[in-house]
């Protein structure tokens, strides 16, 4: 049974979990104030110590269950539930599928776009692996008190769990982080330390490719020069599947992990990837799906929902390594691709030739900037794909689309309420016709989902 945490200082209280939040904490009242308590599941009565207080909301901690709900299954063996990326891991599996379709039901209850009762919500597509799926493993390093430590920080702390076992990690990349960690010890390697924002290795980044199985590693580092960093990437070399090594340089001040340098210390540019028939290379900053199986069902979806004709000219916005247009383009005309990251859109490209494909082009920009331009010089912008980050929609880029209006669209989103908020201002000319949410990450409450929309018979 899991162990939970203790406050003292608080007494212990009551509450009657009533559903789970967003982030998939058990929500419940206390004094009529909302409480969100971490690892309580809807139905259960539980003892639970308030640990912070906010004018609107209480942020509980679980003590004790006294009346279990029969969903609740146990965590596997050895897993630190502390650990953040397994906020829903107690509860069954078709509960977790449940609940998110729930959550794209509550968002657009709750910023209701125009019919939105109309909207056909559907049973969350299943993962076929609901452990082991994640081919990346990023971990960040430190040194305390002798001691190296590589893993994941408990949420919301800056106390690092020294490599947790991760049961949706996959073996290889844990292995592989693993060694690394001997051999950062064995080779006395400097890692940097935020107490004193000093030099050094940060983060370790671990990319495996399901269908070549090969292995990129990343070392993100605080300052360039390290000592012993290159004879610590030819030692990365020798393991199991490892073909490349980079470094990727970043700053203290930067709020992201990795920074905007990447070099390559040793191996190939890239690792190659298959999805549907088709291969991508994918270069260490190019932002590919963590769950490459699943990759291929959501991406399936996506597909059925846009059902494309030859004539027309697809747009894949926000499109990354070129994964959809790449896939789409024996259906259409022409495929335009648009990415920010200069380097995702080399893959693309790279990924055109390799896959022999003529009709498709990738522009480097932000699609809020891109896509006037390519209405200003005439492009017919027919059929449209955007997969934007959890931020949705820019509001001068759905202007744009109101304007353009795309005959065929469809949406894919990785958060449920920036997508019903872009759908309220789209439905200006748009209807939502389905939502299909997709399971890509089990255990996690994270959510994706795919969106078809169809012109108002009315614009
Ligand atoms: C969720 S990923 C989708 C990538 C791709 N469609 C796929 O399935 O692999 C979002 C992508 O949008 C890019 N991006 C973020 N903001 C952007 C913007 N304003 N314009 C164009 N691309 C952007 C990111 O670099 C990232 O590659």
Same mark, same amino acid.
């Given at each position: 049974m899991t162990k939970f945490a203790k406050n003292k200082q608080e007494k212990d209280i009551i509450i009657t979990i009533k559903r789970l939040g967003i982030n998939g904490e058990g929500i419940g009242y206390y004094k009529k104030k909302i409480i969100f308590i971490p690892n309580a599941l809807p139905g259960e009565v539980v003892v639970a110590k308030i640990t912070k207080t906010y004018p609107h909301y209480l942020e509980g901690e679980l003590v004790r269950i006294k009346e279990k709900s029969p969903h609740r299954v146990a965590l596997p063996k050895g897993v630190n539930p502390e650990v953040g990326g397994l906020e829903l891991a107690n509860l069954d599996y078709?509960?977790?599928?449940? #609940?998110?379709?729930?959550?794209?039901?509550?968002?657009?209850?709750?910023?209701?776009?125009?019919?939105?009762?109309?909207?056909?919500?559907?049973?969350?597509?299943? $993962?076929?692996?609901? *452990?082991?799926y994640r081919n990346k493993a990023q971990y960040q390093i430190e040194f305390e008190k002798g001691k190296t430590k590589l893993g994941l920080y408990a949420p919301n702390s800056h106390r690092l769990i020294d490599l947790p076992k991760m049961p949706t990690q996959s073996k290889d990349t844990q292995a592989t982080e693993r060694k690394i960690k001997q051999l950062v010890d064995k080779l006395h390697i400097r890692v940097s330390d935020y107490r004193h924002k000093s030099d050094g290795l940060k983060t370790i980044a671990v990319r495996q490719s399901h269908a070549t199985k090969e292995i990129q590693v990343t070392l993100i580092t605080v300052?360039?020069?390290?000592?012993?960093?290159?004879?610590?990437?030819?030692?990365?070399? !020798?393991?199991?599947?490892?073909?490349?090594? #980079?470094?990727?340089?970043?700053? *203290?001040?930067? @709020?992201?992990? *990795?920074?905007?340098?990447?070099?390559?210390?040793?191996? %190939?540019?890239?690792?190659?990837?298959?999805?549907?028939?088709?291969?991508?290379?994918?270069? @260490?900053?190019?932002? #590919?799906?963590?769950?490459?199986?699943?990759?291929?069902?959501?991406?399936?979806?996506?597909?059925? /929902?846009?059902?494309?004709?030859?004539?027309?000219?697809?747009i894949d916005a926000y499109s990354g390594v070129g994964t959809l247009g790449i896939l789409a383009s024996d259906q259409v005309r022409q495929v335009i691709g648009i990415e920010t990251i200069a380097e995702a859109v080399d893959d693309a490209q790279e990924?055109?030739?390799?896959?022999?494909?003529?009709?498709?082009? /990738?522009?480097?920009?932000?699609?809020?900037?891109?896509?006037?331009?390519?209405?200003?010089?005439?492009? @017919?912008?027919?059929?449209?794909?955007?997969? @934007?980050?959890?931020?949705?929609?820019? !509001?001068?880029?759905?202007?744009?689309?109101?304007?353009?209006?795309?005959?065929? #669209?469809?949406?894919?989103?990785?958060?449920?309420?920036?997508? $019903? %908020?872009?759908?309220?201002?789209?439905?200006? $000319? /748009?209807?939502?016709?389905?939502?299909?949410?997709?399971?890509?990450?089990?255990?996690?409450?994270? *959510?994706?989902?795919? $969106?078809?929309?169809?012109?108002?018979?009315? %614009?």
């Open positions: 078709n509960s977790q599928l449940e #609940f998110k379709k729930h959550l794209i039901l509550e968002s657009l209850r709750k910023f209701h776009p125009r019919n939105f009762n109309k909207i056909k919500v559907k049973n969350t597509l299943p $993962a076929p692996d609901i *452990w082991h300052g360039k020069k390290i000592k012993n960093l290159k004879l610590l990437a030819q030692e990365i070399m !020798k393991l199991d599947n490892v073909v490349s090594v #980079f470094q990727n340089e970043t700053q *203290w001040d930067n @709020p992201q992990v *990795w920074g905007n340098k990447t070099i390559k210390l040793f191996g %190939k540019d890239h690792i190659m990837e298959e999805i549907l028939g088709k291969r991508f290379k994918l270069s @260490p900053r190019a932002f #590919f799906q963590l769950n490459p199986v699943q990759t291929q069902n959501l991406y399936t979806q996506a597909l059925k /929902y846009l059902d494309l004709s030859p004539d027309q000219t697809l990924n055109c030739k390799l896959n022999h494909i003529r009709n498709a082009e /990738y522009i480097q920009g932000g699609v809020e900037k891109v896509l006037p331009n390519l209405k200003k010089q005439g492009v @017919p912008i027919d059929a449209l794909i955007v997969d @934007p980050p959890r931020t949705g929609l820019n !509001k001068k880029l759905i202007k744009t689309l109101l304007d353009v209006k795309p005959e065929t #669209f469809v949406y894919i989103s990785c958060n449920p309420s920036t997508l $019903a %908020k872009d759908l309220v201002l789209l439905s200006e $000319a /748009y209807d939502v016709r389905v939502i299909k949410p997709v399971d890509m990450m089990p255990q996690t409450p994270r *959510w994706e989902g795919v $969106a078809k929309l169809v012109l108002r018979q009315d %614009k």
